[in-house]
């Protein structure tokens, strides 16, 4: 009995590292609130301060090892169990215009962007990266620089228009978040 008791906990220690995988190995304490399922900043410091967790203090700020949340998650079922059941819920929509995310195996993930340019035609473009946390940081920059390619085509669409005459009649406004604005004269 006290064998296969050994097994479980061995089995939820390495669910808790395959889950916490995207994290680095030292986290602050937002980090903690965050893998913690959402609790308040005040509940955490609590944690950190009373010594369920713990953790080390460096240039005004905590810095708690991965390996003692997951060792403080074995011990205390009743917040593992939050735990598993908040990060299993993640939602599974993206909002429109950030990509999306996919695991394709254990140590790769898939990001990809598919707007459209300035004709009309959808661009498709992906990036791939071992972690989580890498792949967003990834397509962040991907969608960044096909959105600034995107805003630099329409602007030599437009000048070309405007040169042919077309836009004789119209001024041409260029907006902080990168949309073109037509106005009347």
Not at 97 to 105: A, E, M, P, Y
Not at 138 to 157: D, G, P, S, T, Y
Request: aromatic share 8%; proline share 3%.
């Amino acid at each position: 009995m006290e064998k296969m008791m050994e097994g479980v906990i061995m089995n939820h220690r390495v669910y808790f590292e395959k889950l916490f995988a995207d994290y680095p190995d030292l986290v602050s304490l937002q980090n903690l609130q965050e893998m913690l399922g959402g609790i308040s900043q005040g509940k955490a410091l609590k944690l950190v301060k009373q010594g369920e967790i713990k953790s080390f203090y460096v240039h005004s700020q905590y810095m708690i090892p991965k390996i003692c949340i997951i060792d403080y998650l074995m011990g205390n079922i009743e917040c593992a169990m939050r735990v598993e059941s908040i990060h299993q819920n993640q939602g599974k929509r993206r909002k429109p215009g950030t990509g999306c995310l996919h695991q394709i195996n254990d140590h790769l993930w898939e990001g990809k962007y598919s707007p459209r340019n300035t004709y009309g035609e959808r661009i498709s473009k992906n990036v791939y990266a071992k972690t989580r946390a890498e792949c967003e940081r990834k397509l962040f920059a991907l969608i960044a620089r096909m959105n600034k390619e995107i805003h630099i085509q329409k602007i030599k669409l437009m000048e070309e228009k405007y040169a042919e005459g077309y836009v004789d009649k119209y001024v041409t406004s260029l907006q902080p978040h990168g949309i073109l604005r037509v106005c009347l004269v």
